[in-house]
């Protein structure tokens, strides 16, 4: 393997931004300069991080997009991103990406990611994306199937939007649950009875 690959691909990247007016000394200056970032600076890296040979340094283009504007950035392109990754940590990246950018047209591959055993890693940060961006009908349904398999990565998700029902389903998980996911358990239904009683405070 050439060890200039890198620094190769990171020369040619940043070639390819001053060429299109986004001129930058590193990868690691993109959002300190641009943000939030311009839609035609967004689709750059978009079109860029697939052809980067080394996962590093697509990792940190990755990053650089979490100064996009909400709801501007390619929701295809990122599924494909996050489809073809072969490296946990660049899945993170892009799964925070789309956590915190709430990517168009997304929501239908993001039901399905969320449900795949091998989104593991990215779990925590699918099933909050899930709890965000869709309605509390669609989304509480599929947090409870990932309840089953990956019950960490879904309670605080499930006790930000979930109802009486779900609370009901974490309170019978609680007495055979230990640790980490007790305290989340806890959390999770401490926070829905108050947004519970804040509600039939309000119709009272």
């Known amino acids: 393997m050439n060890t200039d690959q890198p620094a190769w691909d990171q020369s040619q990247f940043l070639a390819a931004l001053a060429e299109a007016g986004f001129s930058v000394s590193s990868v690691a200056t993109i959002r300190d300069q641009y943000d939030p970032l311009p839609s035609g600076l967004a689709a750059l890296l978009l079109e860029w991080i697939p ?3 080394d996962w590093r340094l697509q990792e940190s283009v990755a990053w650089a997009l979490l100064a996009a504007r909400s709801g501007t950035l390619d929701g295809a392109a990122l599924a494909e991103l996050f489809d073809t990754a072969t490296n946990d940590d660049l899945k993170r990246a892009i799964a925070s ?3 915190q950018t709430r990517p168009r047209n997304i929501n239908e591959w993001l039901l399905a990611a969320v449900r795949d055993r091998r989104s593991l890693g990215s ?6 994306s899930v709890a965000k961006m869709l309605p509390p009908d669609r989304a509480v349904p ?3 199937e990932v309840l089953q398999d ?3 990565a879904a309670v605080h998700p499930l006790g930000k939007i979930g109802d009486s029902s779900v ?3 974490l309170v019978a998980a609680l007495p055979v649950a230990t640790g980490p996911l007790r305290r989340e358990l806890r959390q999770a239904i401490a926070r829905i009875e108050r947004r519970l ?3 039939k405070g309000k119709r009272g």
Do not use: F, M, N, Y
């Open 51 to 53: 052809r980067l040979k």
């Open 97 to 99: 990406v789309i956590h």
């Open 123 to 128: 779990c925590s940060l699918l099933s909050a």
């Open 142 to 144: 599929v947090l409870l």
């Open 150 to 152: 990956s019950p960490l």
């Open 167 to 169: 609370r009901d389903v």
């Open 197 to 199: 009683a804040k509600t």
